[in-house]
Every structure is written in C-alpha cells, then in structure tokens.
C-alpha cells in the first residue's frame, strides 16, 4: 500500500512546481521581448561594443550622376547575388530617372520581388553651391551623400559608392546595431600606414570642439580614427535628430577642407561612431582579408590594367557578366 502511494505524492508535487515553471518562462520572454524591442546595449564603448539585431529588409544607398549609373546596377548585381534577404535599393541621381523598360526592372523581375529599387533626385546645383572648394576636382554630386541623410525614407541604411561590389552576404554588414552611434565605417587607410596625413588631421580637429575630443579619446577614439565614406552603415534617425546635414553645411563653411564630404562626415559623426573591421570595406587587392565589400577604382576595373581572373577582381567581372547577360536577354540598355 505504501509503494502506491509514492506515484501520487510525486505526481502533486509535480502539479505544484508547473506554476512557478511557466511563470518563470513568461518572465524569460518578457524581458527577451524588452531588450529587443529597446535595442539595449550592455556596452557603453561604440568603438569596440556593438551587438546584433533583426532586420527584415536591407535598405541600399547609391549617389551618382545619370551616365554612371550602369554601374549601379553592375553592383547591385554583385549584392542580390551574394545576400539571401530582401533588397530596397534607393538611388539618388540629379536629374529625373525612372526605372520603367531599364535593368533596374529587369532586376527586379529577375530576382522575383527579392530587390526594389527606388529613384529620387538631388538637386546638383545645391551640391555644387554648398560644397564649393578651390581644388575644383571633385565630382560636386559626391556630396550628395550627405543631403540624401534628410531625404531617404528609411531609419538606418547601407550608404556604398558605385565602385564598391558585394563579395559576401551583405546581411552581416546590415546586423550590426548602431544603438546611438551615427555611422559605422572602415578605416580609411592600409595595414601599412594611413592614407590622411598628419597635417590634413591638424585642420579636422581644428573643426572638433575640444570636449567632443574628451569623449572620443574616453571611449578607446581617437581624432585619427578617420574613416572612409566608401561604405557607411547609417543611422538615420539618430542623424536627423542631430541636423546632421545642416552640421555638416555649418562645419565646412569654417573651412574649405580637402576631402569635403568625407571630412564633413567624420567631424560631425565625432565619438558617435563605430570602427569596423576591414571586410566590410576592402581598398586593395591581396588576400590579407576575406571581405564582404570590396571597394575598386572605375579607372582600374575599366581598362586593361587589370583582367579577370586576377587578384580578387573576379567579383566585378562576375557581375558584369549578369549584368551582360540581362542586357542581352531583355534588349534593352540601361535607358
């Protein structure tokens, strides 16, 4: 009599624990919930601390003129074909384009819904006007980067210039949480030594207020932590909060520095901004590192200074290669 009554005692006991297990996972998922829908970060350093989050649709940003924009979508092509999310492509031109009967659609149609690419403009004179500078050599559009902040539709994107091609799945680019830093970006120089030299450096932080430069140093910064603007993960809303643009107006209109867009933005983006690791933008050829993008030069890839099958420039030559064949199979160019 006394071994049947075992079962049943353990069997309440049992019955009494239940409760407290399932309470115990509704608070689990309670404070998952939180966290995540917070974006709470356990780190306080931006430069080294950054944790990941879930994003649906990845939002890609091109800034060029009408005639370069074949290789927009030549390096789309190289994205759509290395990252399994959806695609929004927004691309920024100064004078009026529609993707109607181009390779934009085409794409489109191609990849089944997968990429959307969206048209807007940028007025050109305002670039030209704002960004004016004795040296007279940079493309006035490049500044269209920093208007495009104000204007795109979207609260965090991936800004890339039209040399720059997928070379891996962009999503582990996109997954990386800004919390409220700015921009996200590479170094801007080689393993061997910097790009910027020291002199250019003493003007930009002639522009940084003195206790911005506390605060980065504080942080594991420094104001030699010059980025470069090839590929920049952006934080939109946190930009827009600032009046990141009319900063960046404002700061260049103290000095006319010699890389405008590219200064601009690492003067304003001060310590709020995350360093990344050399992937994410690769400058040169080599096999020191995998990469996720690489960053060419337009005078390199279109000449025969470089061929295919050499180095890394397969990449380009692949996504020429789609972007050929879609041009052929559709008839049409890319107006």
Known sequence: TCDMNFPKKNNMRSRSILPYFNSFIVIILIISFVLYSTDYSFYENPFI???????????????????????????????????????NFYIYTPDPFTKNHTIFEKIEIETNGRSTFYMDTINFTLCKETFRNRWNFWNPFA????????????????????????????????????????????????????????????????????????????????????????VLLMNIDEMKKVDFVNRCVQTYKKNQTFYPDQDMLNVVSGHRRVILDWRFNKPVVGGWT???????????VTKPEFKRHQFDYDYYYDALDEYNRLMEKYNHTIY
């Open 49 to 87: 601390s950054y944790h990941y989050k879930y994003y649906n649709i990845i939002n890609i940003v091109y800034c060029t003129t009408n005639s370069q924009l074949h290789f927009v979508a030549i390096s789309s092509l190289s994205i759509i074909n290395r990252t399994k999310k959806k695609l």
């Open 143 to 230: 500044y269209a980067r920093i208007f495009m902040i104000d204007k795109i539709p979207v609260s965090k994107c991936i800004y890339i210039d039209t040399d720059v091609y997928g070379c891996g799945d962009v999503n582990e680019l996109w997954q990386i949480h800004l919390g409220n830093n700015l921009i996200a970006a590479v170094l801007d120089r080689l393993p061997s030594g910097n790009f910027i030299g020291n002199g250019h450096m003493s003007i930009l932080n002639s522009l940084i207020d003195q206790k911005e430069i506390e605060i980065m140093n504080h942080t594991g910064l420094t104001v030699n932590n010059y980025f470069n603007s090839g």
């Open 290 to 300: 995998k990469c996720v993008f690489r960053h060419y030069n337009h005078l390199k």
